[in-house]
């Protein structure tokens, strides 16, 4: 019994020291949600500032997609998804602490970078996800949404043949001598081109002369759409107008037609104008094709008065009196109507008078019908000069309409408008020159 007491207490000597070893090796290391706990209690709230005052974020890679574009209004609304990194030594640990490589955290228990748009009117960040990754070495993986709005003017002097590129500036900060600066990869792609009217053809990273890093989104418009419903309609009402032209002008039918037709126009840009594009500095040569348009019309009907006018009188002015009527035309009319009435009752007058009261009465006769004649020649003169001069006016809007098809053709083949949309950068100094905020070694 003795010797079995002493073989037990002899056993319990012996692996004591492995007893307390593995009660230490509990108190060393941690698994992840305690090494999380651990960095969460540290409370890092602030940027991991280097002895310069410098913060270096790499941004790994940049997914961009254009939700809309407001050619109204000039502005891209986007949604951009970056994928960041930076180093933050107090969020390491040694291999002997714990043996995971990363562990997650909350995103809101440590400090995150805040990213800066230079030529954002609006911006919206969140985080991708609600939790960050953490490696030993103290490297910190995280992901930002950015919604955001620029201003961005394209030139829409050739609308709706149009393409153009807009800026999205993504920068850090700079204050005196502390700054926040980005390291962005050139790794960007693009996701959902086609978004309604405008097509996103690509994205690009540009760096200028002076080292400053923008995002340039590469744009361009589906024509279809709008020739449909601008161009196509004004160009049908013209070459109608032009068709006007076969109607005859004496009755006033063409001058009522020509009258719809001008309606039409007015009531086709009244209800177009909240669509239309506005332009900025550079309108749009749509506008004056309008115009060109509406004032053709109205100088058509205008003219087909003029001819109608011209058709049934010899002046255009309507304050000139009408010609008298002539008093052997009276009594001509008088003597039918004598005559028509002796018809219906039968009774005829018994001429009197000698051979000389009737030579002179035939000669009046003929008098009145060679006068009728000379009115009827007269009035075929009027209809045949008024039909020269509508011949005239059809050549002319003819020739015209040519001529403007071609000085429209040649003027949006040239780069008449530029605009500048890099005007948005803050050329300012934050520096303070009294105050030295380099680091060196005493």
């Given at each position: ?17 492995l ?25 890092l ?12 974020v ?5 997914q961009y ?27 390491g ?29 609006d ?30 003017e ?33 790794d ?47 160009v ?5 107008d ?21 309606l039409?126009f ?52 309507i ?7 002539h ?85 949006t083949?040239?780069d ?15 520096a303070?020159?009294s105050?030295?905020y ?5």
């Amino acid at each position: 019994m003795i010797l079995q007491y002493l073989s037990f207490s002899l056993l319990l000597f012996c692996f004591s020291p492995l007893v307390l070893a593995n009660g230490n090796s509990t108190d060393t290391f941690c698994d992840r949600r305690c090494m999380a706990n651990v960095m969460v209690k540290k409370e890092l709230f602030s940027g991991p500032l280097n002895d310069n005052c410098t913060i270096l974020v790499n941004i790994t890679s940049i997914q961009y997609e254009t939700m809309s574009f407001n050619t109204k209004e000039m502005q891209m609304t986007s949604r951009i998804k970056v994928n960041l990194e930076w180093k933050d030594p107090d969020l390491g640990w040694m291999q002997e602490k714990a043996r995971y490589p990363t562990i997650i955290l909350p995103v809101d228990k440590i400090w995150t970078p805040r990213l800066v748009l230079d030529n954002a009117i609006d911006t919206t960040v969140e985080p991708y996800t609600h939790d960050v990754q953490v490696s030993r070495d103290g490297v910190v993986d995280h992901a930002l949404i950015l919604f955001t709005t620029v201003s961005c003017e394209i030139n829409l002097f050739t609308y709706p043949f149009v393409s153009g590129s807009c800026p999205v500036a993504i920068n850090g900060w700079t204050e005196k001598g502390c700054s926040l600066k980005l390291d962005i990869s050139d790794d960007v792609t693009l996701v959902g081109g086609d978004r309604g009217e405008w097509k996103t053809t690509g994205v690009k990273k540009i760096v200028d002369p002076s080292h400053r890093v923008y995002l340039e989104v590469f744009l361009s418009i589906n024509p279809f759409g709008a020739f449909v419903t601008l161009i196509l309609p004004s160009v049908l009402i013209m070459l109608t107008d032009l068709g006007s032209f076969s109607v005859p002008f004496e009755g006033g039918e063409r001058n009522t037609f020509k009258v719809t037709l001008v309606l039409s126009f007015t009531m086709f840009l009244l209800i177009l104008n909240d669509h239309l594009p506005n332009g900025g500095n550079c309108s749009p040569v749509l506008y004056y094709h309008f115009t060109f348009c509406l004032t053709c019309l109205v100088l058509s009907i205008l003219i087909s008065m003029v001819l109608t006018r011209l058709s049934v009188d010899d002046s255009i002015l309507i304050c000139r009196r009408s010609a008298k009527v002539h008093p052997s035309d009276q009594n001509t009319k008088t003597q039918s109507n004598n005559l028509d009435q002796e018809k219906d009752t039968g009774v005829t007058t018994p001429k009197t008078g000698d051979v000389a009261s009737e030579i002179a009465t035939l000669q009046e006769t003929v008098n009145i019908l060679g006068r009728i004649d000379e009115r009827a020649d007269h009035v075929e003169k009027k209809l045949a000069f008024a039909n020269r001069v509508d011949k005239f006016v059809f050549g002319f809007f003819i020739s015209i309409y040519i001529l403007y098809a071609i000085t429209v053709i040649a003027i949006t083949q040239t780069d008449i408008c530029k605009v500048n949309n890099l005007d948005f950068w803050d050329m300012s100094s934050n520096a303070d020159n009294s105050f030295d905020y380099s680091y060196t070694n005493a």
